[in-house]
């Protein structure tokens, strides 16, 4: 509560403050974050090179049902959300950027993936009988800050920073208990090398902590049991008890992730903006300590590269955006044994390493849009078409074992938005078309050598709904419909409803349903 | 720029293929076998590895008694379990290295020593220790625990000197503080630890050939009275470990059936003093030893002769039992915590494990020894095979390689002589009803 009351304390006094800064006729904010390349890119001296000032706040509460939802979902869940983002200039030196973002997150009969981002990790722990599911709450608050400082006529330097904190609880035995914190920082120097050309170059650094323990608080006598995903749902299982297994009963454990990043960005004409990002991740599970084992360690390389795109057509605008993904995560698992040496405490003591897990993540998104006007407040028409695709491929070695898994997933979202304006009144109708459909190998195992595996499981239930969340062709349709007012010529207050239903066109073995529908309320307004 | 992104491009790259997926890295680990401190010189006899993670490796020996194996990075215990017969008297070589690590830079190359075993004609036959599943609460029921004796001969047994106990610590996977540099304190020494309790019968008991007796551990009573999923322990023929009448086990009282006459009743003099009997209902480092009652009691009194391993207060008192005096073991790991759990007798007494998921009814029990009892002539038409009474279909399962069912055996009149070769993973598996339970 104490959180919450410091979050929306925050959030008027941010407003208060942007409001007493907005002056000029107020925008669509997604409209203008949206057609505004260089509020893409990543580095914050980047910020120096607009001009405007454009705020939002919003409250925003989502209903779902449904089970075509990822492993870590809710087929009944409920969340609320207070957020409220900036970008303006304060003076002919500073820009700056501000967000805070609180979610309020409730589902029930979740089970599963025990972590908050199983997407995330090499390795992941999930619920062994689906007879434990249970309701699971989670919050985060989000704070992000970037300010952007002319140096002279050519150069600028900015520095951002983004910290997220996050905890979840399930409400029913066994009870894990997760605590995240994810905290991003960037540092950044742009150049004006013409008037039609800006280039830049930034420094990333992310910390993201994900600590887990578990949890028995009714009777004693029940034993519960935790797979241990190594990779491609191939594990082992071990029970929830004491500290020695790999999820403990009785302390956190963290998952630790950090990033080294290096990213390039050109601005071109500001109409046509690119980044390149390359970033070195490694992390460990475990914790590094004498008597405490480190069971895991991973690295790998991430590069991405962002394009926008923006193309004048008389009053209205074509917008491209390209944005390409690739990353490569290799996991070890410590060979490690318990040794007491004689009148000491019991240490780790460790002797290798297996290479578990090699895995590629590659994405590629291509987004369309245009809108009949450019400058006004929301275009009275606009068009889109975006094309995705999101692929993971990996091997997992548990000698003498090993299992490639791979999924590959296509979409295409089709969508469109109408605005009529009557006076200080403006109406706005959105609907979207959306299909996907997926492919690739569930499982493919085979042997480095001989050897029995009694150990090793396969958690086929597990992998058989991730799959086919990940492949199974779906159909789905969205409409929304909002009513914005505005108050004077800064600011404008919007209240929206919206419903979005997906249907997947052929019969599910695993998921326990086929259909998916999201209601929201929205509430907010920008400045 | 271009050289920059060039630069950049190149750096992608390599560290991409750098983390490409690599081959398991392995190492060439050799076992020698040794007998009284000679070279075993036998080949093909077969060697075990087992990881922590309970994946297994078989190889054999070759003429030197030296097998080979290729593995990854990890910790094994190896052991070996060979059979052969030597005067007319079945004889049993085994033995186990549970310090096998296959390490880059590390040492390859182990040995194991081998014991000679006569085999027993008193053995477990039966374990049930980890309780069902009570319908009515959703929980755990382990008070219904028993073990079966039989008696694996042609001969009468006398089992009035019979005691039972159990290794430290409880618990397969607990923290066993036994363990100095991968090595138990006991493993060369004449003793192993006596934890908890020494049982021993007051009256004489004899166990007719290939025939059991039950002794129940906790209550000796109609059980499914109220968890109609346990197992009924009243039979006037059945032992009971008599714990309520022990002053020190306060916390909590067990009851016997009166149909059990009172001569059927075991007593202890508790050692680690706890105030309640118990036994682990997971995985249990169970013995039985021949000892005469008033040894076994002076064993249990003798406090200034106690080990003082795991401390120096009651609970954790330990007596020290001959390792003489042993007769049979069982080496019970959870199979949700193989990968932690060590084993707890020396490889004299006991080599491997036999793994078990408790509370739902399942039992450890002993696979037959497929030779020798097809070796028996009267059994000609009563054996019963295509034994489906293990758990293969369930997490952590496991059968009686011989293929025997040998309670159906034995109810069509077969006389069944079980395997005993010292090695928990050869000689029981985890059957999934307890034999009891009707």
Redesign the interface.
Known sequence: MRHRIAFLTSLILASAVVAEAGAQDVRDFHFVKDTTPVLQLSNPAALTAWSGKVSTVVLEGTKGNGAVVPLEGSANDFSVSASTESFFRLNGKLAFHGALFWTDYQGREMGGPVMMNPELYPVNFMESDPATVGTKKRENYGLEGALALNLGSRWALGCGIKYTAGDQTKVKDPRFLNVLMDMNFSCGVTFRASDALLLGVSLLYRDLLEQVRGGIYGTGDIQYFVQTDKGGFLGSVAELAGDLNYVPATEYRPMANHYYGLSFQALVRERFSNELSVRYRTGYYGKKASTSPVFFEYAGIEADYSGRLLLPAGAGLHRFALDLGFATLANDENVLRYVTPAGQSTIVEYLGKNRVLDRIDMSATLDYRWCSEASGPRPGLTLGAKAAYAGRMQTTSLFPIWRKHATHTVSLDLTGQKVWTDGTWSWVLDAGLSGLLGFGTDKLDGTYGSGETPGLKSFDNYLGRYYEYKTLPRAGASLGFTAARRFGAGFEAFLRVSDAFDLLLSAPQYLAGRSRNLACITLGCNF | ?KK??IL?SA??LA??FA????????ATITIQLKADGAAFAQADVPVTVL????????SKTDVTGEASF?L????YSASVTYKTASGGVSVTYNGSNSNV????N?TTSYTIDLNRVENQQIIIKELYFGGCTNPST???Y?DDAYVILYNNSELEADASEIVFSFVAPYNG?G?N?Y????KLKYESDTWIPAYGAIWWFQSPVKIPAYSQIVVAIFGAIDHTATVSTSVNLADASYYWMSNSGIAAYTAKKYAAADVIPAANYLTTVPISQGTAWTMSN?SPGFYIGRMASADAKSLSENVDAFDTTLGTTKPFYVAKFPKANVVDAVEVW???????SQVRFSADINTGYV?I???KGYTVYRNVDKEATEALAENAGKLVYDYAGGTADV??G?TDPSGIDAEASIAAGAHIIYSESNDSSKDFHQRKVATLKK
């Open positions: 720029m920059l992104l950049l750096a992608v560290l991409g983390a490409c997926e690599q081959l398991p890295k392995l990881s922590t993670s309970g994946t297994k490796f078989e290729l990854p990075m990890g910790t690590v296959a390490a880059v590390g959703s929980k755990g382990t996977n923290t503080k363990y100095t540099d991968g997971s959870s199979t949700a915590n193989v990968a932690k793994g998921t408790n509370n997490d952590g496991s």
